[in-house]
DNA sequence: TCCTAAATAGTTGTCCTACAACTTCAGGAG
DNA sequence: CTCCTGAAGTTGTAGGACAACTATTTAGGA
């Protein structure tokens, strides 16, 4: 074949070029270029379709590989995998909630009940590797899909070095958007899980009577390895389907 | 720096050689070689030393940035990911429960409530894409670290295909060892998180009272995409960290 | 005819060399 | 002291070659 999405990777965006590839191939297998359990285009083809060497494409396919969506077989080819049905959001993808939901066919939604800047905690301050004392950006919103609440969610990001603008962005909701902005976009987070009964947590109508949440402990880091965020969410038990793909 | 670990890499035991350098990397990292945070050996310095090519090198590398074990910086280096302690276990990674235990430095153990043959259910059977009605095997299994209760796992496996000693084998509790013996290894996982709180779960003196568990709904699967088991594992909630590593 | 084994084509895994892009640090100019 | 520049070191990408593995086809024998 041709080649044929050339245009669509670009050499000068500073994403690694096998990033976007991976995104690229990422979208077509999530709009069923290809049915499910079936055979992918192989290495070669996929790498004159891009216009990229084959080390590139292969590191994006392993990417993939990680994430569940395709299955590497050495001799026979690159099969799109088959877990009875759709695919969905993984945990393990770094990625805002209202992206996924999105992503998941549904309107995403953010009320924002508290918005504050105050001193950093003592686990906070540990976690964001600041001094005690530090100024800190602390937010409680809740988070719909279709107008239902899903989540609920308390995040705080140290203060120094963002500016007034970056910050009255972040207390309006859009976390990714406002980080990106000031070029401190998470890469990586380590996130604990637990399970979570308790009538302390949430507000409103959106509060479940049995309180009962998954909760997602999180610090994310910059790609230099410093800490930027850190935050709890609430995930309304049963709202939300939560998928890992565990390997060797 | 000379070659120093060629013989621990073989060509012909059936493991490719990216995997084998990764397992001997992970090893060497957990018995921190180098300090959290610093910077290891170089791809190149890392290739001489395993005798192989950089192409392998920086696939085991890539393999163990997934878990979180350390964090690739372009134009810079590879270094240990410090993530405010020890790195442990993720749940990404697909392991034994009682291996996992281990090497959290506890002495893992396991008590078998049932264990049957039986028909199986339906949700099982779509699981294990097996026809209706099928012979399976039916685990019921409490799992302990340092005779403490940590988990309840209810797991069924098919038994067509599987020796009277391999079946033997499973019931007796040895899931991975006896899968090993009969040649079917998954080598990936399918599992959905969920929060619950239940008085139904459980027996014995380990049952915690509050109900709180954090269930792991999983289906295995061999390399060439078929199911091999299915379970469910219900973990105490607080007797278990679970950490997960997300990145972009 | 049926089954088995060998040849064959296609695909991923590994190797090699080279250069591009990025990070870091040292040294000099202001 | 601060800022800029350049050099050295490291990971990212390129391209070509062969090895190892898989799946299919073909040839041969019972």
Redesign the pocket.
């Known amino acids: 074949m041709s080649i044929l999405f050339k245009k669509e ?1 670009s ?2 965006s ?8 991976r995104s690229h191939l990422r979208t077509r297998i999530l709009k069923h270029e290809w049915d499910a359990g079936s ?9 004159s379709q ?10 994006a ?2 990417s993939l590989e990680r994430q569940g969506l395709i299955d ?7 099969y799109v995998a088959d877990f009875g049905g759709v695919v969905r959001a993984g945990l393990q993808e770094l990625k805002s909630i209202t992206e996924t939901i999105k992503e998941l066919g549904f309107k995403a939604g953010m009320v924002t009940r508290t918005s504050e800047i105050r001193q950093a905690g003592k686990t906070e301050a540990a976690d964001l590797l600041l001094p005690q004392g530090s100024q800190v950006l602390h937010l409680e919103r809740a988070i719909t899909a279709d107008r239902e609440v899903v989540a609920f969610s308390y995040d705080t990001f140290p203060v120094d070095g963002l500016s007034a603008a970056t910050i009255k962005k972040l207390s309006s909701g859009s976390i990714f958007a406002g980080l990106g902005e000031a070029n401190k976009v998470p890469v990586r987070a380590r996130a604990e899980i637990h399970a979570i009964s308790s009538k302390e947590i949430g507000w409103g109508a959106g509060k479940p009577r049995n309180g009962l949440y998954l909760q997602l402990r999180q610090v994310h880091y910059l ?2 390895g410093k800490p930027i965020a850190t935050g709890d969410t609430y995930f309304v038990e049963g709202k939300f389907q939560f998928i890992i793909h565990r390997t060797i």
Do not use: M, N
Not at 39 to 47: H, N, S, T, Y
Not at 50 to 59: D, E
Not at 72 to 78: A, E, K, L, N, P
């Open positions: 990777i050499r000068t500073g994403e690694s070029l096998s990033d976007q590839v055979k992918i285009p192989g290495e070669f083809e996929l790498a891009y216009g990229v060497a084959r080390v590139t494409i292969r590191t396919l392993r590497i077989r050495h001799g026979s080819g690159v790609r230099d």
